[in-house]
């Protein structure tokens, strides 16, 4: 997952915050769901669980890293993760 996740921040043009930001952010996700986890729907749900003890602003960059990340990676089902999403948060 690691070469994904440089590809990913590699195509990016955000500034150099929001890019060390969502680096930080797929780290907690890799941290969270293991290196070998495939990008699924039961996989972000383990995610989202997670996050429970991080602040709000905290879980919105890490929800949107993450979800980006989804679809650069053409991964999960859309509106599985969309549930998920509205159902752990």
């Not at 729907?41 to 890490?62: D, G, N, P, W």
């Amino acid at each position: 997952m690691k070469n994904e996740i440089n590809r990913f921040l590699d195509t990016l043009g955000r500034s150099p915050k929001t890019i060390f930001a969502y680096r930080n952010s797929l780290v907690q996700f890799v941290k969270a769901v293991g290196e070998d986890a495939e990008l699924n729907t039961e996989t972000y749900i383990k995610f989202l669980i997670s996050l429970k003890h991080k602040s709000a602003s905290t879980q919105r960059v890490y929800k949107t890293a993450v979800m980006k990340f989804y679809a650069f990676c053409k991964a999960g089902n859309w509106a599985e993760l969309k549930e998920a999403l509205e159902h752990y948060t």
